[in-house]
C-alpha cells in the first residue's frame, strides 16, 4: 500500500518527505497491521476508523470515506484519512446491482492518512502558528463520502476544499493525493481479498486476531521487567505548560493518569485524545524488544485517564468553536513521549519537536519537519541528525528542493555538541540555513527553544536547546520564538538550529 500511493502521489510532501502511513484494520476498526511509516499516525487512526462505521450504519462494496476531523480520530487538518470498507469478494464489482442488505458487513479496513501540505487555513502551509481554533486552520472535511458503490464524488470534494473563509490554495494537488491514497487502499483491499480466497475469510480473521494477541502478550513480558509500582514524570512546553504522567504498572495491566497536565491553550499546542493514545502505543511498542506489527493489541492490558486538559480539549460541532490542534498533534505529542519515557526511565529526552517550517504564498505551501539529536540510553548513546519518535518521515532531497521552491539550501550540516554529555551522549541536532529567492509568507512551529531543554537520565547531562534565526538581506538579525510566522523578501536566510538529545549518567559516576 505504501508502495502504491508513494508511486502515485504527486506532492513533494507525499512523494518525497514520506509524510504518509498506511494499515490494515479489523471490522470493528482495530489496528492490525501497518507499514513502517508515522507514528504519530498509525496509532490515532483506528480512532477515525471506529468513527466513520460509527456513523455509517449502512456500507457498500465501492464505497471509499475521507476525514480529517481531529476531533474524531483525526491528528489535525493536514492529514487527510482515505478509508476503505473491503468486501467479501463475492459482492466485489456488483455493488450497484446489490441491495445493501445483501452487501453484509465489511471483513476489513483499509486505511491511509497523508499530511497534505496545503489544506487553506490562515497561512499558507496549513500550519498557522497563532491558530486559536480550528477553523482557522483549513478546510474540515468529516465523514465525507467520496466513493459511494463506486460512482465517485471527486467534484464534490473539490467544492468542500473551495470553500469556507480559508479555502486550499492547492486544490488539484489535494485531489490528486487523494487519488493516490484511494489506490493506495484498493491495493492492500485486493492483496487482502487474495487471502481470503487462499485461505478463507475465517482463517484470516482468525490469525489477525492472532497478531493481535501476540501484541498483548509481548507487552506484558515487556512490562515484567519493572517493578510494580508507581512511575510518574513531568515535563514542560515552553510555555510553562506541564504535561504529568503517572503510571501504575502491575504485571497484567498498566493504568497511565495525565491528572495534573495543564488546561485546554488558547494556542493551537492542543493535542486530542487520539494523538495521546498514539504517543502511548508508540512509547509501549518501544518497550517491546521484538520485531512486531504495531497494532492494537498493544493497548488491550492499558488504561488510560484522561481528563480534560490541553490532551483532551472538549469536541464542538462548530469548528470556530473547537480548540485549535496544529501543533499539537507534532509538538505535544512529541512531549508526551518524553514524559512517558521519562517516568519509565528509559531514555533521556530526545529533541522534542519537530521543528514544522511552512512557507509559500496564494498558489502554494511546503512543509517540512526538521530532524535533530536523539536521546541516549543505558546501551547505547543518542542517534544525530533523525527524525525521532512520532514523525518518521524523510527531509526533502536538495535538487528537489531548490528546483520545485524559490529557495536555495545554504546549509545543512550537524550541529556538533548539541547533545547532552554523558557515559552514553545524547545526539546532537541540526543547522539547516534557507535564503529565499521570491516573497513568501513564512511560518515555523517548533519547541525546546526554551527554557526546558531535552533532560537528561541518570545525571547525564540534557541536550543543547533549539534556536530559530533570520537575517535579513542587509544584514540585520532578527531571533524568532518557538512559534513565528513573518514575510521573507529575496536575500533573507532563515536558520534552524534543532536541539540536541539528552546523555545518559554523568561521566563521575563512570570513573
Same mark, same amino acid.
Given at each position: 500500500m505504501?508502495?502504491?500511493?508513494?508511486?502515485?502521489?504527486?506532492s513533494v510532501n507525499v512523494k518525497e518527505r514520506l509524510d504518509f502511513s498506511c494499515a490494515i484494520f479489523t471490522a470493528r476498526g482495530e489496528l492490525v497491521v501497518n507499514?513502517?511509516?508515522?507514528?504519530?499516525?498509525?496509532?490515532?487512526?483506528?480512532?477515525?476508523?471506529?468513527?466513520?462505521?460509527?456513523?455509517?450504519?449502512t456500507m457498500q462494496p465501492g464505497d471509499v470515506f475521507v476525514s480529517?476531523?481531529? %476531533?474524531?480520530?483525526?491528528?489535525h487538518l493536514p492529514d487527510v484519512t482515505i478509508i476503505t470498507?473491503?468486501?467479501?469478494?463475492? %459482492?466485489v464489482g456488483n455493488a450497484r446491482s446489490l441491495p445493501a442488505v445483501a452487501c453484509g458487513v465489511p471483513l476489513f479496513f483499509t486505511a491511509s492518512r497523508a499530511h497534505h501540505a496545503e489544506i487553506g487555513g490562515m497561512t499558507p502551509g496549513s500550519m498557522p502558528p497563532f491558530s486559536q481554533n480550528l477553523a482557522e486552520e483549513g478546510v474540515l472535511i468529516r465523514n465525507f463520502k467520496l466513493i459511494d458503490a463506486g460512482r465517485p464524488r471527486f467534484e464534490e470534494l473539490q467544492a468542500l476544499l473551495d470553500s469556507g473563509h480559508y479555502p486550499s490554495r492547492a486544490i488539484e494537488d489535494n485531489l490528486a493525493d487523494v487519488a493516490a491514497q484511494v489506490a493506495a487502499n484498493h491495493q #492492500?483491499?485486493?492483496?487482502?481479498?487474495?487471502?481470503?480466497?487462499? %485461505?478463507g475469510r475465517e482463517a484470516v480473521a482468525a490469525y489477525m486476531a492472532h497478531l493481535q494477541q501476540a501484541a498483548e502478550q509481548k507487552l506484558r513480558l515487556a512490562l515484567a521487567r519493572f517493578s510494580a509500582g508507581r512511575y510518574a514524570f513531568t515535563d514542560h512546553l515552553d510555555d510553562g505548560s506541564p504535561i504529568l504522567a503517572a503510571l501504575e504498572l502491575s504485571p497484567e495491566r498498566v493504568t497511565i493518569d495525565f491528572t495534573g497536565t495543564g488546561p485546554v491553550l488558547a494556542t493551537n499546542l492542543n493535542a486530542n485524545p487520539a494523538i495521546t493514545k498514539a504517543a502511548i502505543m508508540y512509547v509501549l511498542r518501544t518497550l517491546i524488544g521484538e520485531d512486531i506489527p504495531?497494532?492494537?493489541?498493544?493497548?488491550?492490558?492499558?488504561?488510560i485517564i484522561l481528563p480534560q486538559c490541553l490532551l483532551n480539549p472538549p469536541p464542538h460541532d462548530d469548528p470556530k468553536q473547537c480548540a485549535a490542534v496544529a501543533g499539537g498533534n507534532v509538538e505535544t505529542s512529541q512531549r508526551v513521549v518524553d514524559v512517558l519515557l521519562g517516568a519509565l526511565g528509559v531514555a533521556a529526552a530526545s529533541q522534542?519537536?519537530?521543528?514544522?517550517?511552512?512557507?509559500?504564498?496564494?498558489?502554494? #505551501? %511546503?512543509?517540512?519537519?526538521?530532524? #535533530?539529536?536523539a536521546g541516549a540510553t543505558a546501551d547505547a548513546a543518542g542517534a544525530d541528525a533523525v527524525h525521532t519518535h512520532m514523525t518518521n518521515?524523510?527531509?526533502?532531497?536538495?535538487?528537489?528542493?531548490?528546483?520545485?521552491?524559490p529557495v536555495r539550501l545554504s546549509e545543512f550540516s550537524i550541529r556538533r555538541g548539541s547533545g547532552g554529555a554523558g557515559k552514553n551522549r545524547g545526539g546532537d541536532g541540526v543547522v539547516r540555513r534557507i535564503e529565499f529567492l521570491k516573497p513568501l509568507t513564512v511560518s515555523v512551529v517548533s519547541q525546546r527553544r526554551g527554557p526546558y531543554p531535552p533532560y537528561g537520565l541518570q545525571g547525564g547531562a540534557p541536550g543543547a536547546l533549539g534556536s530559530n534565526k533570520l537575517t535579513r538581506a542587509d544584514g540585520r538579525i532578527e531571533r524568532l520564538g518557538s512559534a513565528a510566522q513573518f514575510t521573507v523578501q529575496p536575500g533573507d536566510v532563515l536558520a534552524i538550529e534543532t536541539p540536541g538529545g539528552g546523555g545518559w549518567l554523568s561521566r563521575s559516576d563512570t570513573e
Open positions: 505504501g508502495i502504491a500511493l508513494r508511486n502515485t502521489a504527486i507499514a513502517p511509516h508515522v507514528p504519530v499516525h498509525l496509532g490515532a487512526m483506528g480512532e477515525t476508523v471506529r468513527h466513520i462505521i460509527a456513523d455509517n450504519s480529517n476531523d481531529p %476531533y474524531r480520530g483525526g491528528s470498507p473491503v468486501f467479501d469478494a463475492q %459482492y #492492500g483491499a485486493v492483496q487482502l481479498l487474495s487471502l481470503v480466497g487462499r %485461505y504495531l497494532n492494537e493489541g498493544v493497548m488491550a492490558s492499558v488504561e522534542g519537536t519537530m521543528n514544522n517550517l511552512v512557507f509559500g504564498d496564494a498558489t502554494f #505551501g %511546503y512543509y517540512e519537519t526538521i530532524c #535533530g539529536g518521515t524523510r527531509l526533502t532531497d536538495p535538487e528537489v528542493l531548490e528546483r520545485r521552491f
